[in-house]
C-alpha cells in the first residue's frame, strides 16, 4: 500500500465517490479512521472536532446501518445533526430533492449526508449547493463508505490490502456497494473477482479492473476475502434466477464451501442479509466472518470522513 506523507492536506469539500479519490485520499481517510477509533473506546466517547457544525442527514430511501453509523458519528465529533427521510416530508407534495436541499441549508448547514434512490443524486446536489456533500448510497451508483469500512476492516484483519484475492459475490447489477469496493480495491492494488449468475453480472463490469466468474466453487479455493452481497429483490423487474433454492445452490455461502476456502478467508456482507440465500446463518454468525466488526469500523470511516471534508470545506 502507498504510504501516505505526514504532510499529506485534505482539500476535498466532497466526498460522493471512490472515482474521485486518489489511493493516497483512501489511505488517508483509512488512516485518519484509525486515530477516531480509538475515540469508541473512552468512557467519554466524543471528541469537539466538529463543535458548532450542523450534519444534515438526508435520507430518501431506507437504511439502518449507514443513517444510525453517520448520526452517532455526527455526535462523537460535537456536531449538530438534522434528520430528514423522505416519508412523511414535502417530497410527498411534489417538492424536489435540490430545493429540499436549498431549504434545508438555508437553516444553517455545514455538511449534506444524502441516500437516494436516484443514482447521480449526491453528485447533482454538490454541483448546485454550498454545502459539503456525502454520499450515502446513490441509486446502483456508489456507496464509498461502505467500501472505505470494507476496505479498512480488510487492512484490519489481514494487514494489507495490496495483494489480496477479493471475491464480490452476488447481486453486482444492482450493487452499488460492488461498485464502490472495485473501485477502491483495485486503486490499493488488490485483485478483485465478481462472482454471480449472468443476469446478475454486467458484461461492462470488467472495464472496471476486476475479472468475472459465474462459478462460485472455481474461486473458493484461491481468495482471501469473500464479500456477499444481499440479493436485491426489490429492484428486480422480472425473473433472473430460477427461485431462490436455485441461487443460493450455486452461489450461496454455506459451511461446506467455507471448508474448501483457505483457512483464513475473511467472509464479510455490508447488510442487511438474506440469511438463507445469498449466506447461511451459521457461516454470517462463525469465526470467519467479520460482518459486525465492519460495522463497528463503519463509525470511525465516517467520523474520519465527516472530519474530513470539513476541513476541506475549509
Ligand atoms: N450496508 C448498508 O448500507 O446498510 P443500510 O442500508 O442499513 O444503511
Redesign the pocket.
Known sequence: MTEQAPSFIWTKKHLVGLDELSAEEIVHILDTAESFREVSTRSIKKVPALRGKVVALLFFE??????MSFELAASRLSADTLLFTAKGSSVAKGETTLDTARNIEAMGVDIFVI?HHESGAPHHLASRINTSVVN??DGSHE?PT?ALLDIFTMRQRLGRIEGLKVAIVGDIAHSR?ARSNIIGLRKLGAEVVVVGPPTLVPASISAMGCTVSHSLDEVLGEVDVLNMLRIQFERFSGNVFPSVREYSRFYGLNSERLARCKKNVLVMH???MNRGVEITSEVADGLNSCILQQVANGLAVRMAVLFLVSQGAE
Not at 62 to 67: A, I, L, P, V, Y
Open positions: 431506507d437504511s439502518t446501518r449507514t443513517r441516500r450515502a448510497g456507496h461502505q456497494v455490508p447488510g442487511p
